[in-house]
């Protein structure tokens, strides 16, 4: 069983950055950690992802150039944002999968789900 709890979420003006974060209770090591979003009305969508047993990474074409996720341990995984864009604004949630799936960005190839961390960019 994993928990996680993000944390950073906030109001930005275009063009401004957050931080988000990721803690994981219970060993994520081999895993994949991602980020995903949901704005009102759409569905979930990823936005990137780590290997925590190696490191590689993936995005969405939507957020590459602008975003990058990392880790500092097996446990905590960030998402930096930069150049935000208004049509960013959405609830932001941290999910665990099994494995070597990092190029999997599908909603139901995750297992464990935070709360979320809500993102709202102004114009």
């Known amino acids: 069983q994993v928990q996680l709890v993000e944390s950073g979420g906030g109001s930005v003006q275009a063009g401004g950055f957050l931080r988000l974060s990721c803690a994981a209770s219970?060993?994520?090591?081999?895993?994949?950690m991602a980020w995903f979003r949901q704005a009102p009305g759409k569905e979930r969508e990823g936005v990137a992802s780590?290997?925590?047993?190696?490191?590689?990474t993936y995005y969405a074409d939507s957020v590459k150039g602008r975003f990058t996720i990392s880790q500092d341990n097996h446990n905590t995984v960030y998402l930096q944002m930069n150049s935000l864009k208004p049509e960013d604004t959405a609830v932001y949630y941290c999910?665990?999968?099994?494995?070597?799936?990092?190029?999997?960005?599908?909603?139901?190839?995750?297992?464990?789900w935070g709360q979320g961390t809500q993102v709202t960019v102004s114009s």
């Open positions: 780590i290997y925590t047993g190696g490191g590689m």
């Open positions: 999910a665990v999968g099994r494995g070597l799936i990092f190029r999997i960005l599908r909603p139901s190839a995750y297992t464990y």
């Open positions: 219970g060993d994520t090591y081999r895993t994949t």
